[in-house]
C-alpha cells in the first residue's frame, strides 16, 4: 500500500513543480528576451534496511530553453536584440553582475540606463548615465549615442558603450529573477565581437499555446495522482475492516 502512495506522493511533486515552472512561463509569454524555465526529474533511492527497492523521484527547474526567440522591429532607438547567444551585462538587485537578453532599455529618472524590469546596464566604467540629451540612440555595436540638450543633431556624442559578452565555454545559470549568472560564481568576459539588433527587441521563446496545453497536462497528472491516494485510502480502510475480528 505505502508504495503507492510513495508513487502517487511523488508524481504529485513532480506535477507541482512543473506547473510553477509553466505558470512562470505563461506569466513572461510577452516579456521580452525571456527563455523559458525547464523541469527535470530524477530518481532519489532511499536508504537504509529494507528500503533499498523503494525510490523517490524529485522534479525541479533546472535551467531555461535557450531557443533564441523571434525578433521584429519596433522603431525605438533604445530597444536592442542581442544577436548570437551575446547577452547584456547588467547588475542585479544585490549589487552582482548578471546577464540578460532583455533589450527594452530605457532612462530612469535620475539619467541611469536600465532594462524594462528595472536592472542598471553596465557600460565601460559601470552603470551607464545618460546626461540630459534631446536623442539617445544606440549602434549595432552598442555604443551609445546622445544629442545633448540644444545641441546640434547632426554632431551626437558617443557617452558610452553597452557590455556584452557571450557565454562560449562557460555554464550559466538562470535564477528566479529571470537573470543569469556564471554556475559557481564568477563573471563572463566582454566580448568587442558581440551585435546588437537596433530599433528592435527579441520575444519571449515561450509560445503561449503550447503552455497551456503543458499546464492542462500537468493539472489532470496532479488529479490523477490524488485520486490514486484517494483509492489507496479507501482500500486501506477496506482492509481493516476486513480483519476485524466479529464481537
Do not use: C
Not at 558603450?161 to 543569469?180: C, E, H, Q, W, Y
Amino acid at each position: 500500500m505505502d508504495r503507492l502512495i510513495y508513487t502517487s506522493l511523488t508524481a504529485m511533486r513532480g506535477s507541482q513543480a512543473r506547473q510553477t515552472a509553466i505558470a512562470n512561463n505563461l506569466a513572461n509569454a510577452q516579456t521580452p528576451g525571456f527563455r523559458g524555465d525547464m523541469a527535470e526529474a530524477q530518481s532519489l533511492w532511499l536508504q537504509g534496511s529494507g528500503v533499498n527497492a523503494r525510490a523517490m523521484s524529485s522534479e525541479e527547474v533546472i535551467g531555461a530553453d535557450m531557443r533564441a526567440g523571434a525578433v521584429f522591429a519596433t522603431g525605438r532607438d533604445l530597444d536592442v536584440a542581442m544577436t548570437g547567444d551575446a547577452l547584456l551585462v547588467v547588475q542585479a538587485e544585490n549589487g552582482e553582475e548578471a546577464y540578460t537578453r532583455r533589450g527594452d532599455l530605457q532612462v530612469s529618472a535620475s539619467g541611469l540606463l536600465t532594462t524594462g524590469d528595472g536592472h542598471p546596464v553596465q557600460g565601460a566604467q559601470g552603470p551607464v548615465t545618460i546626461p540630459p540629451a534631446d536623442k539617445v540612440s544606440i549602434d549595432s555595436e552598442g555604443r551609445i549615442w546622445v544629442v545633448p540638450t540644444g545641441g546640434d543633431p547632426q554632431n551626437p556624442q558617443e557617452v558610452d558603450r553597452l557590455r556584452l559578452t557571450t557565454p562560449a565555454g562557460s555554464d550559466i545559470v538562470k535564477g528566479l529573477d529571470n537573470l543569469f549568472r556564471v554556475k559557481g560564481g564568477g563573471i563572463l568576459p566582454d566580448d568587442p565581437e558581440a551585435r546588437v539588433v537596433t530599433r528592435s527587441l527579441e520575444g519571449s521563446n515561450v509560445a503561449a499555446t503550447s503552455a497551456l496545453v503543458e499546464m492542462i497536462e500537468a493539472s489532470r497528472s496532479w488529479d490523477s495522482q490524488l485520486k490514486l491516494i484517494s483509492d489507496a485510502r479507501d482500500m486501506d480502510s477496506a482492509t481493516a475492516n476486513l480483519m476485524q475480528l466479529p464481537r
